[in-house]
Nanobody
Framework: QVQLVESGGGLVQAGGSLRLSCTVSERTFSSVARAWFRQAPGKEREWVAT????????YYADSVKGRFTISRDNAKNTMYLQMNSLKPEDTAIYYC?????????????????WGQGTQVTVSS
């Protein structure tokens, strides 16, 4: 059973930074793309960013463009999300997800594997 595990969440003041990581339980796990989603209290889960695993092409939601950077380390089979200039509205549980068949890169139902999430809290 493939598992995705997020880490790196925490409490940070507005304007600060955090780096999230997403590791895979099986080093040989192969995916077409991986993504970060987030869910704020009382809101639906929303897409944050996606990276294609072979080509490394990145895509961002408008709300995080210019502040967040998604990246990957193929050798470690790990994905990252560097979050800078954090705002209170970035407070959410952040989930990583993996897509094993090509599909819409920002749609949740295109992703088969999901992590349990890591809490990010940004204080004002």
């Amino acid at each position: 059973q493939v598992q995705l595990v997020e880490s790196g969440g925490g409490l940070v003041q507005a304007g600060g930074s955090l780096r999230l990581s997403c590791t895979v339980s099986e080093r040989t796990f192969s995916s077409v793309a991986r993504a970060w989603f987030r869910q704020a209290p009382g809101k639906e889960r929303e897409w944050v960013a996606t990276i294609t695993w072979n080509g490394g092409v990145v895509y961002y939601a408008d709300s995080v463009k210019g502040r967040f950077t998604i990246s990957r380390d193929n050798a470690k089979n790990t994905m990252y999300l560097q979050m800078n200039s954090l705002k209170p509205e970035d407070t959410a549980i952040y989930y990583c997800a993996a897509q094993t068949r090509a599909g819409a890169l920002s749609k949740q139902n295109s992703y088969t594997y999901w992590g349990q999430g890591t809490q990010v809290t940004v204080s004002s």
